[in-house]
């Protein structure tokens, strides 16, 4: 099971890599760790889990976050109460967005970053993402709102990008109201 300290913290360089595509098949390995990756990111949304087993909450983890420069991503997206839609996605593009720009009203979080941060991150309201599954099949996702932030959030971490690189520190709330809240 993974536990919160073997998550890359902000500070690791590593986080800066820019993540190399995967090829086909998946090495046991990689098809261990992302066993891992859904574990931690379902049971860290199940308040009774994440308590037990001391895990900050999260719904998306990129391969780099645990020192793997590997491009692949996963999202455990809550749609009803402990009840979830897994994404799991290798060498991950955004092929479309929306001209609509939104941000997270409470602030956008990460599992690398343990600090609250103030600001807004613009992202898109929607995207389309083209990738691979684990098997290494095409698939194609539309995502909206919060789930459109996680791909983008995760994406940026394969390019060796975190949340905080957009926030203006003199003025954390720049251009607000240029973007819609959620």
């Given at each position: ?31 261990d760790k992302i066993k891992l990756m859904v574990e931690y990111l379902t049971n860290s949304q199940i308040d ?28 455990v997206h809550e749609i009803a109460e402990e009840e979830f839609n897994t994404y799991i996605v290798c060498n991950p593009k955004i092929v479309s967005n929306s001209a609509e720009k ?81």
């Amino acid at each position: 099971m993974l536990k919160n300290k073997d998550i890359l913290d902000e500070k690791d360089k590593r986080l800066r890599l820019v993540s190399e595509e995967v090829t086909f098949p998946l090495s046991k390995e990689d098809k261990d760790k992302i066993k891992l990756m859904v574990e931690y990111l379902t049971n860290s949304q199940i308040d009774r889990l994440a308590e037990k087993y001391n895990l900050r909450p999260g719904m998306g983890m990129a391969a780099i976050q645990l020192g793997i420069p590997k491009r692949y991503l996963v999202i455990v997206h809550e749609i009803a109460e402990e009840e979830f839609n897994t994404y799991i996605v290798c060498n991950p593009k955004i092929v479309s967005n929306s001209a609509e720009k939104i941000y997270v009203e409470m602030g956008e979080g990460c599992l690398s970053v343990n600090r609250d941060v103030e600001g807004i991150v613009p992202r898109y309201a929607r995207v389309t993402v083209e990738g691979y599954d684990v098997e290494g099949n095409k698939i194609r996702i539309r995502a909206r709102e919060e789930l459109a932030i996680a791909f983008q959030h995760e994406i940026d971490h394969l390019n060796g990008i975190l949340f905080t690189d957009y926030i203006d520190p003199k003025n954390p709330y720049k251009d607000e109201n240029n973007y819609r809240a959620i």
